[in-house]
């Protein structure tokens, strides 16, 4: 491949701009690729597949870079970085979104909001929209609206063999069903086609902090609140160093959502209230900072069908052990919309789901790795048995065990087949993968 084939740049490891291209969300990983193509345009997605087959070069591809595992980056492989290919256009009318391939949430969200539209996007908004739709995509207008997958029209795909192809209802239906949730296996996708929503442009945040000797009895009567809440609200928890966080967030007029607040405020004495209106554009970017780069990072997750008493005890405990080391444990509703699209639409395969949770680590000093991820396995594993399986895209070193509880074992089979047609040699291996039937 020459650089004149290219309208992106081509990095090699000795090159300005190299260093930065290839780091990613997690500051664990230091991974150097033998090449990086900045690609500009769809056919130098083609070329850089070509080229890294030719030379049997392994392929990353990067979009947000968010991966805990660092996926995008291969090492003395070629990382196809997406990122120059960024834009967004918005069609009104249709209330339709284009996203090119390497988009963040935050391009998506900022172009639908100037016409008071938004589609399901996830929580932080320099995640890569590519990474989070394949994968399912939770986020705030998912109980409204279903997952972020549930709104794709259509995918524009260049495949293993440097093929074009389009994926929607009518053009490629099984390769459409398989990218709605099942991860970045077949293909790599160069444009979304988005389905709008009227949501309008304010938001509430409700959060109430209480202690965590509390804490058990106050999830409990959290998970009672959240069972009878209207799809407008996601209830969300939190459990750290400083107590148990129980609130929701609500899209769409804030006086309707004020409404929650009492039976909340009811749950018990709480340390601090925080009853916060903002726009949906701050509430799609509160949560960046901490959610950062330049961190070592490790999570642990697990799909929960059910929240009993030791379940919540569970959570409050978080492990034991030293409190410097203890993750933070986040629980986030699911149901309404999501349960509503049929189980055989589409890959994704936990609709039952009533909270994700997840084990998020967070430090800096790489001596405590090792410390880090067994505190947050030992976090996380008490509540395993309340588990109906595993998100796709908070997957982290669970391997081909996760990616068996992500999905039923006909779907996981179908998607193996699916594989098989548009991926045989299983050229786009890291991911999630599965590997070709």
Aim: hydrophobic share 40%; charged share 20%.
């Amino acid at each position: 491949m020459t650089t004149t084939s290219l309208t992106g740049q081509v990095l090699h490891p000795s090159d300005a701009g190299y260093d930065e291209a290839r780091s990613v969300w997690n500051a664990m990983v230091d991974r150097r690729p033998a090449l990086i193509v900045r690609c500009g345009t769809v056919t130098d997605v083609v070329n850089a597949v070509r080229h890294a087959r030719e030379r049997d070069l392994e392929i990353g591809v990067r979009c947000g870079g968010h991966s805990v595992l660092g996926l995008a980056v291969p090492a003395d492989g070629l990382m196809i970085d997406l990122t120059p290919m960024g834009g967004v256009t918005v069609d009104p009318g249709t209330r339709r979104a284009r996203v090119q391939g390497g988009a963040l949430l935050g391009a998506l969200d900022r172009a639908a909001q100037r016409f008071g539209l938004a589609t399901t996007a996830g929580n932080v908004s320099h995640t890569g929209v590519g990474g989070l739709t394949l994968g399912g995509g939770m986020g705030w207008l998912a109980r409204r609206y279903g997952l972020s997958c549930d709104n794709v029209v259509s995918y524009e795909v260049v495949t293993a063999d440097g093929a074009v192809v389009t994926a929607s209802r009518t053009e490629h239906p099984e390769l459409f069903w398989g990218l709605r949730g099942g991860g970045g296996n077949f293909g790599i996708v160069t444009s979304f086609e988005f389905q709008l929503h009227e949501v309008g442009t304010r938001a509430l945040l409700a959060s109430y902090l209480f202690d965590p000797a509390d804490g058990a009895a106050v999830l409990e009567g959290w998970r009672e609140l959240s069972a009878a809440a209207p799809r407008e609200a996601t209830y969300q928890a939190t459990v750290g160093a400083d107590g148990v966080d129980v609130g929701f967030v609500w899209v769409g007029d804030p006086e309707r959502g004020r409404r929650l607040t009492r039976e909340l405020a009811g749950l018990g004495r709480a340390r601090r209230e925080t009853v916060r209106e903002l726009s949906y554009l701050e509430l799609q970017t509160i949560d960046d900072a901490v959610d950062g780069h330049h961190f070592r990072r490790y999570w642990k997750g697990l799909y929960l069908d059910r929240l009993p008493a030791e379940a919540a005890a569970a959570l409050v405990e978080r492990g034991g052990g030293a409190e410097a080391l203890r993750p933070a444990m986040s629980l986030q509703a699911y149901g309404g919309a999501i349960q509503d699209v049929p189980d055989d639409d589409a890959a994704y395969g936990q609709r039952g789901t009533l909270f994700e949770l997840v084990a998020a680590a967070r430090w800096d000093d790489p001596a405590e790795d090792a410390d880090r991820m067994a505190a947050a396995r030992t976090a996380v594993a008490p509540l395993t048995p309340y588990s109906s399986g595993m998100y796709l895209n908070t997957l982290s070193d669970e391997g081909a065990a996760g990616v068996r509880r992500a999905f039923p074992a006909a779907k996981l089979a179908r998607l193996a087949a699916l594989k098989r047609t548009w991926d045989p040699a299983n050229v786009f291996h890291l991911n999630q993968n599965i590997a070709p039937a």
